[in-house]
């Protein structure tokens, strides 16, 4: 069952979003909303500007000795058109809170640096991180969207792959055939299904969208690490959320599923007002920090 704050929260952002902005699509009206919307991190944390495999970005973790704190590439959301890294801190400090070392970098966003501009600079990132040892992946939207690109290109590429990737909301097919994509456009919050079709272009600047790296429901999942997937019953991106999951589970990938009630898009931003994002994100941690330790285990034994 939703909180009653999850309502609430539900309404404010259709009137705050959707009205006026769901039906926009000039990139830079968009950014000037998104810019000045401000979701203040968790307290006791360190931010530290910093570049990851020539990735501009911040480090953000909790005070104190860094010992032992897993790794974690957060890759925010945006529609690959808008936000940043700064904006993303409620979340990206929630992991750290929850004892993890977190880079999220700024990748390059559309139309100035189309696809697969953003791809690149995730899977830059990962490189440079993943050379350190295990390490987790997460992303929301558009950045689940580039999580599992990276996924897709670490194997091409010969990289390591996480240890387990947490997607919140991710889009999954830029081709748009989810069922979602149209029966929830009066219910989605924060998008029209029409305008979000208008994006993809500015994005793909004519490349395929049912390239894998773009659409990655198109990719061959087997060998995936175990993911967990948390998305809203009434959002657009619903079923590319569940088709994902469908498909992970019939490649043999352990899959972590939720589909929270009411909550609009992007939900875990509103970590100090909904329960549901912090049950989001704890859940969220907690399956990544776990994953962690079971990747260690056998290098342990090893050692031992």
């Known amino acids: 069952m939703a909180s009653l704050r999850a309502h609430v929260y539900d309404l404010a952002v259709r009137l705050a979003v959707k009205a006026r902005l769901g039906g926009e699509v000039d990139v830079a009206a968009i950014r000037r909303a998104f810019d000045r919307a401000t979701f203040p991190p968790p307290p006791g944390l360190r931010v530290t500007p910093g570049e990851l495999g020539g ?5 953000i973790e909790a005070e104190g000795p860094r010992r ?22 409620p979340v990206t ?6 004892g993890f070392r ?12 189309p696809f697969p501009a953003g791809v690149e600079d995730a899977t830059a990132a990962w490189r440079a991180l993943a050379a350190a040892g295990p390490a987790a992946l997460a992303g929301d ?41 149209r029966t929830n456009g009066r219910r989605d919050a924060m998008f029209r299904p029409e305008a979000l079709s208008r994006l993809v272009p500015i994005y793909l600047a004519g490349a395929d969208p049912a390239d894998p ?9 087997a060998g995936f690490p175990p993911l967990l997937i948390h998305v809203g019953t009434r959002e657009i991106l619903r079923d590319d959320s569940l088709r994902l999951a469908e498909r992970a589970r019939a490649a043999g990938v352990p899959v972590t599923l939720a589909v929270f009630p009411v909550v609009p898009h992007a939900w875990q931003l509103a970590d100090r007002v909904l329960p549901e994002a912090r049950r989001s994100l704890m859940e969220a941690a907690l399956f990544l920090r776990r994953s962690l330790q079971q990747a260690a285990r056998p290098g342990t034994e090893d050692a031992a």
């Open 55 to 59: 990735v501009p970005g911040e480090w």
């Open 102 to 113: 977190v880079f999220a970098p700024d990748y390059r966003l559309a139309p100035e640096h």
């Open 213 to 221: 790296r773009a659409s990655p429901i198109e990719a061959d999942l």
């Open 68 to 89: 032992d704190r897993p790794a974690l590439l957060y890759l925010h959301g945006g529609g690959f058109i808008a936000c940043s890294a700064r904006m993303y801190r």
């Open 141 to 181: 939207s558009a950045g689940g969207n580039l999580a599992l690109a990276v996924m897709v290109e670490a194997r091409r590429l010969g990289l390591p792959l996480p240890a387990a990737a947490a997607l919140f909301s991710p889009a999954t097919d830029l081709v748009g055939r989810s069922a979602s994509f």
């Open 93 to 98: 400090g929630r992991f750290a809170r929850a």
